[in-house]
């Protein structure tokens, strides 16, 4: 797209002169890169893994520059006091302390990002932009359900084929569970609600967009449903809570992060367990 053509800034839709907006958070992107150079071979699994650098240019500079830039500063901020942005988390859980409405938005905003490259679900985004953009109406629990889980590390001597690149990253308790970064959905056979993926290294987050209409009952027994049938091990996060404790499930990273090439389906993963 040229720069200089105008287009309508896909949150506040006025019409502008776009910037250049990373689907995945820059900062997230920089350390993929300086993880790649620290793996002789990263390279060639993560081109199967995560594919390319993907950026939205449909953001004008205030929605980009003033507010948008506010939710990567907050998710820089969690991921790192997390310890979750690091080569390789080998730890069995996480103690995982959040601000719930700063991590909703952020979440959001990159989930409408990535669906804007597909047009998967792009339309399912737009009631929620005063919401991204400046925090107002905060979604209802029959609107968006947010849970978290950690993807399970490998032991050394489990990795197999292209995955033995990542050997060198085992510490002393021989544990290996990389940084990838993964924007994406899962499967579409769900009644009420459309099932988004975000994932940063371990740490996954299953995004339920509850269809216009569906009733606080019905949200929640569909939301424990998924809990007991795709994510026994899930965390329900909520407004009410600053932490949750996460603990991985039988899928692994690799379950997460290497089954697809090119479209994103992480949690299918679950369901060949
Ligand atoms: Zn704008």
Request: with cysteine; charged share 20%.
């Amino acid at each position: 797209m040229n720069m200089d053509v105008p287009v309508i800034c896909a949150y506040c839709k006025q019409e502008t002169t776009p910037t250049r907006e990373h689907v995945i958070p820059a900062f997230l992107y920089r350390f993929q890169k300086e993880l790649e150079s620290n793996v002789v071979g990263w390279n060639e699994v993560a081109e199967k893994m995560i594919g390319g650098e993907q950026t939205v240019r449909d953001v004008c500079q205030i929605c980009n520059g003033l507010k948008l830039s506010l939710l990567d500063d907050y998710g820089k901020k969690l991921l790192t006091e997390n310890c979750i942005l690091k080569q390789n988390y080998d730890k069995l859980s996480l103690d995982f302390n959040h601000n719930y409405e700063f991590l909703a938005r952020w979440l959001l905003k990159i989930s409408f990002n990535s669906s804007r490259t597909d047009n998967a679900h792009a339309h399912l985004f737009e009631k929620f932009i005063p919401f991204m953009l400046d925090g107002k109406n905060p979604p209802a629990k029959n609107e968006i359900v947010i849970i978290g889980s950690l993807a399970a590390p490998l032991l050394v001597d489990e990795l197999q084929g292209d995955y033995e690149v990542f050997r060198g990253l085992a510490g002393a308790c021989g544990r290996i569970n990389p940084f990838f970064v993964r924007i994406g959905y899962g499967p579409n056979n769900f009644k009420s609600y459309t099932l988004r993926i975000v994932m940063f290294g371990p740490l996954l987050f299953s995004i339920l967009m509850f269809m216009p209409g569906t009733s606080a009952g019905v949200a929640s027994i569909e939301t424990k449903q998924l809990l007991k049938q795709l994510l026994p091990e899930g965390a329900l996060l909520s407004s009410k809570r600053s932490r949750a404790l996460l603990k991985p499930g039988k899928a692994t990273w690799v379950d997460y992060y290497g089954a697809q090439v090119t479209r994103v389906r992480a949690i299918e993963a679950l369901k060949m367990r």
